[in-house]
């Protein structure tokens, strides 16, 4: 933010009348603080954020308090998630294309987990820090390069350190480089869109992700038996593609309802509001190890759909689904 300056009365010619001298104090001021406030909105979206760069030592850039998820930025630029986590919890988030799974283990007093590159490019200079919430900072770990799809262990010791809460975040690029916008919002519950892909979903909190890269659409999480449904529901949330020659995303509403069969759950995917389709919907997929695919028809072509659940007691589903000049993926909660 800019410096707001005192104007000086010598400033003003000396012919000039007295009265106007401090109205046009005033006016100088308020224009000074106006471009102060919307220079720095606008510069955040025109820009996109920064990928945080090196730290100076320990404490800088501290998380916020636990459970909030604004954002501050620190001295190198970036901005670094606020929330923060139990000594039980996992980290599971991605920044610039490079997915962190990261815990604590108390036995050893270590941070202990993987990045990965879930991007179609090479990411050069990845490395994590930990900011713990007695303001020590841990880290940046030594920087690597991952190729496309490559995964690297991370470890950070923690010994001697007592803390209660901690959060985290991997960092790509050299200080001050450009990290790219996330291509939409989502409308439902902890859901983000995957910073550094043109086009995915994921929940932190369920630890299950759909994108897209130059192999096709990918699904994080494994199918396994924990992740079947036990009894019917429904699932309501959103779908997020692009259609035809328009690479700008849009959204609709998405829904997931599942009854039980005589051998195993059914899943029938309904996706609505899609440019010229209207509405796709997949009917009685079966649901194994939590995993569904199946195809529809819409004016003479197929639709193909792969979906998942997951989560505590299976409390959300993610998925893509596409097909000619349709990709899309989608997403939502147990109602």
């Given amino acids: 933010m800019h410096e707001n300056q005192q104007a000086s009365f010598d400033a003003f010619p ?10 046009a104090v005033a006016l100088l001021l308020a224009f000074s603080l106006a471009a102060c406030s919307t220079g720095s909105g606008f510069g955040r979206e025109a820009g996109g954020r920064e990928a945080s760069g090196e730290h100076g030592g320990a404490g800088e850039g ?17 901005e670094e998630s ?18 962190l799974v990261l815990n604590y283990d108390a036995a050893t007093q270590r941070f202990v987990g993987t990045v990965t590159n879930v991007t179609d490019a090479p990411l050069s200079s990845v490395r994590v820090e930990v900011h713990l919430s007695n ?80 192999q096709g659409p990918q699904i994080s999480l494994d199918a396994a038996p924990a992740h079947q449904p036990t009894h019917a529901a429904t699932w309501t949330g959103e779908w997020a593609g692009t259609y035809g020659t328009n690479s700008a995303i849009v959204t609709g509403a998405a829904s997931v309802n599942v009854a039980l069969g005589p051998n195993a759950p059914e ?43 997951g989560g505590s007691n299976q409390a959300g589903v993610v998925g893509h689904a596409s097909g000619p000049g349709f990709q899309s993926v989608f997403y939502g909660d147990k109602t």
């Fill in 62 to 78: 501290s998380e916020g308090a636990e459970g909030g998820e604004s954002a501050e930025t620190g001295p190198g630029g970036g």
């Fill in 135 to 214: 303001g020590v900072e841990l880290g940046p770990t030594t920087p690597i390069n991952l190729a496309p799809g490559q995964t690297a262990d991370i470890v950070l010791p923690a010994t001697g350190q007592a803390f209660t809460t901690w959060g985290a975040h991997p960092e790509v690029g050299s200080p001050g480089a450009s990290e790219p916008m996330a291509t939409f919002t989502p409308g439902f519950g902890n859901w983000a869109a995957v910073n550094g892909v043109n086009l995915g979903i994921e929940n932190p909190g369920h630890q299950m992700s759909a994108w897209y890269t130059s």
């Fill in 267 to 309: 899943a029938a995917l309904t996706l609505r509001g899609i440019p010229t389709l209207g509405t796709l919907a997949w009917d009685t997929m079966p649901v194994s190890g939590g995993r569904f695919a199946g195809s529809t028809m819409a004016n003479s072509q197929a639709y193909d759909a792969t979906g998942q659940f």
């Fill in 82 to 99: 606020a929330t923060q986590y139990s000594l039980a919890d996992t980290y599971w988030s991605t920044r610039a294309g490079a997915r």
């Fill in 14 to 23: 000396s012919t000039a009348p007295r009265r106007l001298v401090f109205p």
